[in-house]
Nanobody, 115 residues
Framework: QVQLVESGGGLVQAGGSLRLSCAAS????????MNWYRQAPGKQRELVAQ???????AYADSVRGRFTISRDNAKNTVYLQMNSLKPEDTAVYYC?????????WGQGTQVTVSS
């Protein structure tokens, strides 16, 4: 069983930055992949960034070059550094962990980017 708690969301002006954190209970060494998803009002949840256990990363086209995902296994934490934020980045951001066939979700953190 893994519990995930996100933090770091908030209100920021366009062009600004935020760093989201996702703290995982238990050892992250058992987690295969960590993902950040987001869901805007009226839209489907979409995958934003992904980091594997051996640290390869992948990004959605809409955020590549602006967002950076990283993990600190010693702190059991995954981060999403978001720079050059745009109003269209406004959404609830969710942390997701994959362990074999099991998928775990955090409660989400709101990110609002004003124009």
């Amino acid at each position: 069983q893994v519990q995930l708690v996100e933090s770091g969301g908030g209100l920021v002006q366009a062009g600004g930055s935020l760093r989201l954190s996702c703290a995982a209970s238990g050892s992250m060494s058992s987690i295969n992949t960590m993902n950040w998803y987001r869901q805007a009002p009226g839209k489907q949840r979409e995958l934003v960034a992904q980091i594997s256990s051996n640290s390869p990363t992948a990004y959605a086209d809409s955020v590549r070059g602006r967002f950076t995902i990283s993990r600190d296994n010693a702190k059991n934490t995954v981060y999403l550094q978001m720079n050059s934020l745009k109003p269209e980045d406004t959404a609830v951001y969710y942390c997701n962990a994959i362990i074999t066939i099991m998928s775990y979700w955090g409660q989400g953190t709101q990110v609002t980017v004003s124009s």
